[in-house]
């Protein structure tokens, strides 16, 4: 071998030794990897949270990582023991800041739902709010709302030990939600009547909850489709306060003292309501909590229109809003006045501080459904050598809109009965049954066939991250 291809042979030794290395150190701390994903999907990295990037295929994670799914997308993340996450549209994961160590996954569901299923020699899940050994092959459902965490059990068994030191042994079809300060227990219908309940007995002193229809977590909003109201509402507040005077306005004024809950029949209409919680022997002067109960007379069947709404504003000077239920709005914008010969005519429009200066044709100019998206906007024309007023124009969500559109079941179907129950819901809404999350396709579209309860109302409920919670309500006939 010449000295010169000696020397090329050491150099590429040497640089193959080095890219095997390098490779291995991206390897070091990994606690999985992006395997599949549809969809808009980026990562962010622990030293630098919430500066994200697009996800590509084969991304590692380390402790501190987070991954965010778009309100479409779906992604599987392969873990390092053999376990999976599914993360549904718009979920935000991000594994917790240590190492969980062999048959350990550390990671919290700050947003939307996943799922995770365990390897076949099963593990340990761990969050902020509490852990979950599972037997091999069990799958469970995690689902955020605000400050709670839900842990649904869909296949397997689960033990499960919240922070505040209370454990629970979970089957298929249970569920747990955890709080920094409490927890709830959902069992399945076949333990109930079996000595287990779904809240612990009252012990000497203590007073047993309320029962309800509907359940409020105190500090949320929600809005109640029932089509046969008054609907009765629980108001849970054990997570703050142990006693609270809660006063609902709206309607006739009403205070209502309760321990850890109160439970009251509402009519149609909407209700704010502040808990108070106790002080001794009164009622501390400032609410602690706070929110709003819409009740409609409403069975969720309509649907919203199939056109986008439009509306034509004259820049007057007044202020306008306009409101759209699942399609933006198209919008014309209109000088009512403007000089007859003018032909610079030109529109300016603000948004968030950045102006836009549009060249008009005419005295109006039209905006297609969704080129002007929610919020708030001020426009006027000028030309000729004059200018129109100045209008403040408020595209916002209608708050009446059509959330789900349930088709079935309609009436009073017999308790206990299957039924299918089929609806719609708008973009960016996901939808469960009783608590348990109903998969939806790419339209919204979701059918499943339940059991109707013996008792109580079967529920609907639709959530979205920015715009609340909807409950639709159907009642079983004897």
């Known amino acids: 071998m010449t000295p010169l291809r000696l020397i090329l042979f050491l150099v590429t030794l040497l640089w193959v030794a080095a890219t095997n290395l390098a490779c291995e150190k991206c390897a070091v701390g990994s606690v999985g990897a992006l395997k599949e994903k549809q969809g808009g999907v980026d990562r962010d990295f622990a030293p630098e949270r919430e500066k994200w990037h697009v996800a590509e295929i084969g991304t590692r994670f380390r402790p501190g990582d987070g991954l965010m799914t778009a309100p479409r997308a779906t992604a599987l993340i392969a873990l390092r023991d053999g376990s999976v996450v599914e993360l549904e549209g718009g979920t935000l994961l991000r594994f917790l800041p240590r190492d969980g160590g062999a048959g350990e996954s550390a990671f919290d569901v700050l947003l939307g739902v996943a799922a ?27 689902e955020r709302f605000q400050d709670t965490l839900s842990l649904s059990v869909e296949r397997g068994a689960a033990d499960v030990a919240a922070i505040d030191g209370s454990s629970f042994e979970l089957e298929a079809g249970e569920r747990v939600v955890l709080a920094e300060n409490s927890v709830k227990i959902e069992l399945a219908e076949r333990r109930r009547g079996q000595g287990t309940e779904a809240h612990p007995s009252p012990g000497p002193g203590e007073t047993s909850l309320p029962s309800g229809e509907v359940d409020v977590v105190a ?68 609410p602690t909590q706070s929110g709003t109960i819409t009740v409609l007379a409403d069975a969720g069947a309509i649907a919203p229109p199939s056109q986008a709404p439009s509306a034509l504003i004259e820049l007057n000077g007044r202020q306008y809003t306009v409101l759209y239920q699942d399609q933006l709005p198209q919008v014309t914008l209109r000088w009512p006045d403007a000089p007859a010969d ?61 959330i789900v559109t349930l ?72």
């Open 342 to 402: 003018a032909t610079d005519l030109k529109l300016h429009l603000s948004n968030l501080g950045r102006t836009r200066t549009l060249s008009a044709s005419s005295s109006s100019y039209g905006f297609a459904s969704g080129a002007l998206a929610e919020g708030t906007y001020q426009a006027y024309f000028t030309g000729g050598g004059s200018s129109s007023a100045k209008s403040v124009i408020a595209i916002a969500f209608d708050p009446a809109a059509p």
């Open 407 to 478: 088709s079935s079941p309609m009436g009073n179907p017999v308790s206990g009965s299957a039924v299918t129950v089929e609806g719609s819901a708008l973009p960016g809404w996901t939808v469960a049954l009783e608590g348990q999350p109903l998969g939806q396709d790419d339209k919204g579209h979701f059918s499943v066939t339940h059991k109707m309860p013996e008792a109580g109302p079967l529920t609907v409920e639709a959530s979205h991250p920015e715009r609340g919670r909807h409950v639709y309500l159907r009642r079983p006939s004897r």
């Open 219 to 286: 500090g949320t909003s929600l809005v109640i489709h029932d089509p046969e109201p008054p609907v009765k509402v629980r108001l849970l507040f054990g997570a703050i306060c142990d006693e609270a005077t809660v006063r609902l306005s709206g309607g006739s004024p009403l205070e209502v003292r309760g321990r850890r809950a109160i439970a009251e029949a509402l009519p149609q209409g909407t209700y704010s309501y502040a808990v108070h919680c106790s002080e001794g022997s009164a009622a501390s002067p400032e």
């Open 116 to 142: 995770f299923e365990v390897a076949p020699q099963g593990g340990t899940l761990t969050t902020s709010l509490g852990t979950a050994r599972l037997k091999g092959g069990s799958r469970v459902t995690l």
